[in-house]
């Protein structure tokens, strides 16, 4: 089968770090792919991790480990605008990818 | 630039009635995709296009859904006859097959479609 497990939500201060993990079991694999999502908005591609490490891009970052079946996003310098869900998606070969339910982020002051 | 389009933005129609939801991907994409959204069961993937062939509709729920693809620049997905059920978010994405299909996929504004 294929699953994909992430936290429902999670609450962190501004200025802090927060990591969101996902767990994924796919009969394939061709990569990992993090997207953004704003209450009432498109998602919106944030990384994509397709070898094992740690891929940096700003304040956000995203780590894979296929033998694990296992990524994480971490976001630093957190900011009020950071409040969203965030999706953990897996390529399983081909054009099919398929999403997480998304973990909701709160910001607080 | 343009990114993907969908229309309508919202949709509220009475149970039975046809709906037909309508996306232009963005130019020189050659991979289609359509998501229906909901609390409860998150982003699903409906079906998904590669060179305006239909690839996998396995996730279409009931032959109640159709979609086509006329032309690299327009698809629709119908229901007839709409449920209740049905209310969702539909949102229509597109990519740049380059990576085999793992591709970064570009999501359109969406459709909030109720069904009364």
Redesign the interface.
């Known amino acids: 089968g294929q699953n994909i497990d992430q936290p429902t939500e999670m609450t962190a201060t501004e200025g802090a770090i927060v990591q969101i993990n996902c767990t994924y079991q796919t009969s394939g694999f061709n990569g990992l792919f993090w997207y953004q999502q704003h209450a009432g908005e498109a998602p919106t591609f944030l990384s994509y991790n397709v070898l094992d490490g740690l891929e940096e891009k700003g304040r956000f970052s995203s780590f894979l480990s296929r033998s694990k079946g296992y990524s994480y996003l971490l976001l630093k310098e957190l900011q009020m605008k950071d409040s969203a869900s965030y999706l953990c998606a897996a390529n399983t070969g081909g054009f099919k990818t398929i999403f997480g339910a998304g973990t909701r982020l709160f910001v607080k002051a | 630039d343009a990114g993907v389009i969908q229309s309508p933005r919202h949709e509220v129609t009475e149970m039975g009635q046809e709906v037909t939801l309508r996306c232009k991907p963005i130019s020189g994409h050659n991979?289609l995709?359509w998501?229906r959204q909901t609390m409860m069961r998150?982003?699903?993937?409906l079906i998904?296009f590669?060179n305006n062939v239909p690839?996998?509709d396995s996730g279409m729920p009931e032959d109640r859904f159709s979609a086509k693809m006329p032309n690299a620049s327009f698809s629709t997905l119908k229901i007839q006859p709409s449920e209740p059920r049905d209310s969702a978010v539909y949102?229509c994405a597109s990519s740049l097959?380059i990576?085999?299909?793992?591709d970064?996929?570009?999501?359109?504004?969406?459709t909030r479609l109720t069904v009364l």
Request: charged share 10%; hydrophobic share 35%.
């Open positions: 991979s995709f998501y998150g982003l699903e993937l998904y590669n690839i996998d949102f097959a990576r085999g299909g793992a970064t996929q570009y999501f359109g504004p969406g």
